[in-house]
T-cell receptor, first 117, second 114 residues
Framework: GAVVSQHPSWVICKSGTSVKIECRSL??????MFWYRQFPKQSLMLMAT?????????EQGVEKDKFLINHASLTLSTLTVTSAHPEDSSFYIC?????????????FGPGTRLTVL | AQTVTQSQPEMSVQEAETVTLSCTYD???????LFWYKQPPSRQMILVIR??????QNATENRFSVNFQKAAKSFSLKISDSQLGDTAMYFC???????????FGTGTRLTIIP
């Protein structure tokens, strides 16, 4: 199956600093990638849709100035958490959209655990 | 609005047994895809199986199979000969043609008991 990587897998930062998370599709090109946030024992919450070469589309309630998304190429999307605060601590997961035999499927990265002190 | 309902928050079965996870969904669309993803303790989301709504035949992937009832809007997952490695959170998800966003259920935590 299609492989998506995510880096870093775990990051600790001080309050007020910025953190960048990378999401890469390794064996396919993804014009669309997605960023999710997952709280403990809960389902995934979509934060934004990232389209290559255009601005990301954010879900209602997600601060676009805090969560900066850049989809610079067909295999790379980045999420930057700016001026991070403890409430931003969470598990962030990306996915990449792939057409496999005409079936629209999202493949997920392994996630990034962010802890803001 | 599209919704996905997983009515079983937790389940547990003995190793080697068969278990069925339920999922129902609500949509007014006719063309869509359905998925089951598993999230083991590592938290990596893994695609288990997918089903195109226009296909009447139920999808099968080794020990995993689905029972897709389109009229009833039901999409259950059957795991045969369960293994310890099947212990995970299982999410049912839905996407319809023309909409790139997945709608997830709340998940079922499955524990395989040795």
């Amino acid at each position: 199956g299609a492989v998506v990587s995510q880096h870093p897998s775990w990051v600790i930062c001080k309050s007020g600093t910025s953190v960048k998370i990378e999401c890469r599709s390794l064996d396919f090109q993804a014009t669309t990638m997605f960023w999710y946030r997952q709280f403990p024992k809960q389902s995934l919450m979509l934060m934004a849709t990232s389209n290559e070469g255009s601005k990301a589309t954010y879900e209602q309630g997600v601060e676009k100035d805090k969560f900066l998304i850049n989809h610079a190429s067909l295999t790379l999307s980045t999420l930057t958490v700016t001026s991070a605060h403890p409430e931003d601590s969470s598990f962030y997961i990306c996915s990449a959209r792939d057409w496999v035999g005409s079936t629209d499927t999202q493949y997920f990265g392994p996630g990034t655990r962010l802890t803001v002190l | 609005a599209q919704t996905v309902t997983q009515s079983q928050p937790e389940m547990s079965v003995q190793e080697a047994e068969t278990v069925t996870l339920s999922c129902t969904y609500d949509t007014s669309e006719n063309n869509y895809y359905l998925f089951w993803y598993k999230q083991p303790p590592s938290r990596q989301m893994i695609l288990v199986i997918r089903q195109e709504a226009y296909k009447q035949q139920n999808a099968t992937e080794n020990r995993f199979s689905v029972n897709f009832q389109k009229a009833a809007k039901s999409f259950s997952l059957k795991i045969s000969d369960s293994q310890l490695g099947d212990t995970a959170m299982y999410f049912c998800a839905f996407i319809h043609f023309g909409n790139e966003k997945l709608t997830f259920g709340t998940g079922t935590r499955l524990t395989i008991i040795p």
